[in-house]
């Protein structure tokens, strides 16, 4: 991990986002088990070897001096781990720089995804000056899909990701100005 990122704590009304770390670990593994908050994520999920080198090798790559996964707290519960928040290139391999977010299921349906993932929106446009975002989703994850657009990212189409339906957004600079941000 880029030893800058370490210092990129965030706030927002109601979050604390803090670089995840190994101290995040077990409760990354214990997220990615529920079958439901992963049904729509392709992926190693099953609390074994790969899913447990693929969660450590996120969290100790330095993805560069502004990218990274933030983990998610809410200021009324700072030691209670809600999910993680994620800005890093794309497929962790770019070109390009996308958003991503996963929550507990008890977090869902309560603002948190949009929270977190606005702030560090705002962290990647005036922050660390990037000129274009991409996110994307399962064609079926309306929850991911709605907090896309919540954010303000524009859907670009539709397509598959590792062999799944996927709709795929981007936001530039000129889309964040416009809505004021």
């Not at 439901?36 to 190693?44: A, D, E, F, I, N």
Request: proline share 6%.
């Amino acid at each position: 991990m880029n030893p800058r990122f370490e210092t990129l704590h965030f706030e927002t009304p109601n979050l604390l986002l803090r670089p995840r770390t190994l101290e995040h670990f077990e409760a990354c593994i214990a997220m990615d088990l529920d079958p439901l908050v992963t049904r729509y994520v392709p992926g190693p999920w099953d609390g074994g070897r790969a899913h447990r080198d693929f969660v450590r090798s996120r969290i100790e790559r330095d993805f560069g001096e502004s990218c990274g996964y933030w983990a998610i707290f809410a200021k009324s519960a700072p030691d209670e781990f809600l999910g993680w928040v994620s800005f890093i290139p794309y497929d962790a391999v770019g070109p390009e720089l996308e958003m991503g977010w996963r929550l507990v299921q008890r977090a869902w349906g309560r603002g948190i995804a949009s929270e977190a993932a606005g702030r560090i929106v705002e962290h990647a446009f005036l922050g660390a000056g990037v000129e274009r975002i991409v996110a994307d989703a399962h064609a079926l994850n309306e929850a991911s899909l709605g907090v896309a657009r919540k954010l303000g990212f524009r859907f670009v189409r539709d397509g598959e990701f590792e062999g799944l339906p996927s709709k795929f957004f981007e936001m530039s600079r000129a889309d964040f100005v416009a809505r004021g941000r």
